[in-house]
């Protein structure tokens, strides 16, 4: 199983830049910045992973990215995700970054993205992995706060392909950020956020509604409704669903408690994804194999995983097509 998960082809559709950075660059960039970390070896900053919810996990992750300061930095961390991309076969991946949490430290909108693009441009060359960008509001933050980070991507619009919403999803529901998003709408980006993640099903419709989505990032809550299940299934809105996130932040309990599986077979545009690998204790192809070990998917469904990202990414038709044949060639090879 694992040579077959190993060898797919992969899209991934929700990654965030920032819960790439592994222990060890974070040592190497607290030495190089000389930022104070409160760790003294890469093993003690693993051994606090320790979370029991969402808001556990984020306390350390925006403690961990006070580390990135300059554009160089910033190229590194995205670098080095590309690199494991390229070990696990991910052929094209849509990227978040999180602007405020480092433009609130005193760091330019210019130099994460600028350090960000130019890794991708890289990865596009040397590795051959297509790419796109979509900017999040942290949703814990105001509205003005988001709003002045809008302004800030103006100038970058043709370097973003979407805004999206995360950070802490209790208390922050997607209304509070309506008027953004219809602005961001405006100035012709695309939209994603995360919803029904540590959230109620309800969120996941208000982010349709209110927010235009145009996929749901986590989205696992729906269960909680079944009409809103078969409301999902029948627009083949996507989730992109992060298995290892979900058990380590305690979403689910066990892998084998997850609904993926049956999300897949009620015909949801389900996709699997790694959110914070470096957090989470794996990229894509740990994350496959968690689901592939605890659930009983076979080949063809593990491959509908990517086929469902390639239909639910922001690339062109022509694009889709050819991803899908060549995941549908690796299938009909492997079956
Ligand atoms: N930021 C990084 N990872 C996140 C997650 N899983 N949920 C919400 N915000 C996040
Ligand atoms: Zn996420």
Known sequence: MRDFIQGLPKVELHLHIEGTLEPDLMFELAQRNGVHIPFSTPEQVRAAYDFHNLQSFLDIYYQGANVLIHEQDFYDLTWAYLQ??????????????????????????????????????????????????????????????????????????????????????????????????AKAREAGFLTVAHAGEEGTADNIRDAMSLLGVSRVDHGVACSQDEALMNELAANRMPLTVCPLSNTRLKVFD?????????????????????????????????????????LPLNHKELAQFTLNAIEASFITDAAKQQLAERTCAYLAQHS
């Open 84 to 181: 494991h991309c390229h070990a696990d076969n991910v052929i094209h991946t849509e990227i978040f970054f999180d602007p405020q949490t480092h433009t609130d430290r005193g760091v330019a909108f210019a130099t994460v993205i600028n350090g960000i693009s130019r890794a991708l441009a890289d990865g596009r060359e040397q590795l051959g992995i297509s790419s796109e960008l979509i900017m999040c509001f942290l949703r814990h933050l105001d509205e003005a706060s988001a709003f002045a980070t809008l302004e800030m991507a103006l100038p970058y619009r043709d370097k973003i392909i979407a805004v999206g919403l995360d950070s802490s999803e209790q208390g922050n529901p997607p209304e509070k950020f309506a008027r953004v998003f």
């Open 254 to 294: 066990k892998m084998s408690e997850h609904n993926i599986t049956d999300l897949l077979r009620r015909g949801l545009c389900v996709t699997i994804n790694s959110d914070d690998p470096a957090y989470f204790g794996g990229y894509m192809t740990d994350n496959f194999m968690a689901v592939a070990e605890a």
